[in-house]
């Protein structure tokens, strides 16, 4: 694509700002859904998303609960390419349960491919690619090659950003054809029965048609480095140990996600900073989609005068996230790296409706003591840690 489309008249250094309603900056996950929605409920909105990359959406695979999904969410989410299991198992040494919570999946591809669509079915729409920005504001945005768009609300989902201190959760996928059917039926969300050591390992994997597979080698680490070349080893081994011959490696992803244990999303302030740079994520889980979802549903809504919405979003927000706060602070700090899976593995025996509200940040009071209250995972106080320091931690 052309870095912007070809209905929009490039002005020259020095000629007028282009005028917009809305301007998007970074059209991933965040950005997309967020356009998506805008084009959905305001069909004439002058709306211009931008992107530096080539094409917009990025190499990712994004997953959430259908449960995830607001109520109100329009036409605009049914046209998305997903990719649906009625629910998804996990696996511990000792433990296994399939847990019928139906999953999605979108795909860059997917959501590329539906933004460029709804672009151009849109004549006051805008979607810019292959282009830098320079700088921001409340009211503009300047892109590299000097040109500037002015819009009465910009936002800012280019990602980014630092709450505090906390762990990490590193991944390594493999998109691969197999030789054969792969007899997964849904995903296997965790399988923690892996030799463990320095670090928490899982593998995690989507069966995204009979023989083809997205398999990803997970660690939830105090580091951020990801060694590539061990997760892509590992990723082989382990399916050849279950039987599964990889005829050839289709693409490969990976990424490093916060897991904070300090720190809340600041409030909300223009320009408005979205998705992982606005603490707009859930911290235990590394997932974004539900926020993403729901910002999206918002703003369509209240695109006009969005921040009244948007604080009283981000203060229900804050409450969940502190729970997800103290949740990773109780891993991290309170087992050993070899027995964090205990922890997990008590998790997902807890009622499916507890498991489907904390993806989706909305546990109730009791969620939380059932998360919390009763008898300790095996392996809890194996790392030792102050009480202090968690007070100090979580405030």
């Keep these: 694509m052309a870095s912007i489309d070809s209905r929009t008249d490039a002005p020259q250094t020095g000629a007028g700002p282009l005028q917009f309603d809305v301007v998007v900056v970074g059209a991933g996950l965040h950005g997309g859904l967020i356009a998506l929605a805008l084009l959905d409920a305001q069909p004439g909105l002058r709306l211009a998303l931008v992107e530096r990359d080539a094409r917009p959406a990025g190499n990712h695979t994004w997953c959430f609960h259908l449960g995830d999904v607001p109520p109100e969410a329009g036409a605009w989410f049914e046209r998305l390419p997903l990719i649906r299991w009625p629910g998804y198992q996990v696996a511990f040494p000792g433990f296994a349960r399939a847990l019928d919570l139906p999953y999605c999946c979108l795909t860059s591809d997917g959501l590329a491919t539906t933004l460029q669509d709804a672009f151009a079915a849109h004549e006051t729409a805008r979607l810019i690619t292959g282009c830098a920005v320079q700088a921001l504001d ?33 991944f390594l996928g493999l998109e691969v054809e197999l030789a054969a059917d792969s007899g997964l039926d ?17 593998m995690y994997v989507l069966p995204l048609a009979p023989r083809r ?20 080893a590992a990723i082989h081994d382990y399916a050849a140990a279950r039987g599964w011959v990889i005829q050839r490696v289709l693409r490969e ?39 993403a979802l729901r910002m999206a549903d918002l703003l369509a ?4 005068a969005p921040h009244t919405a948007l604080r009283c979003e981000w203060r229900r927000h804050r409450r969940q996230f502190r729970l997800g706060l103290l949740l990773n602070l109780l891993a991290f700090r309170g087992f050993a790296p070899d027995l964090m899976w205990h922890s997990f593995a008590r998790f997902y025996r807890l009622p499916l409706a507890t498991i489907g509200r904390f993806y989706r940040l909305q546990s109730t009071a009791v969620d939380v003591a059932r998360l919390l209250l009763g008898r300790p995972p095996r392996g809890f106080g194996s790392a030792w840690w102050p009480n202090r320091k968690i007070r100090e931690a979580c405030p």
């Design 138 to 170: 409340a009211g503009s945005v300047t892109l590299a090659d000097g040109r500037r768009l002015q819009a009465s609300l910009v936002i800012d989902a280019c990602g980014g950003g630092n709450l505090g201190s906390g762990g990490y959760q590193k």
């Design 186 to 202: 849904r995903p296997l969300l965790m399988d923690a029965c892996l030799p463990q050591g320095a670090q928490f390992r899982f």
């Design 213 to 232: 597979l997205l398999i990803e080698d997970t660690a939830f680490a105090r580091r951020p480095e990801l060694n590539t070349a061990a997760r892509r």
């Design 253 to 291: 992803e990976s990424g490093v996600l916060p897991m904070p244990w300090r720190g809340l999303p600041p409030a909300p302030t223009r320009p408005l900073k979205v998705g992982y740079g606005g603490g707009w994520f859930h911290p235990a889980t590394g997932y974004s989609a539900p926020c």
């Design 301 to 304: 809504r209240h695109w006009r």
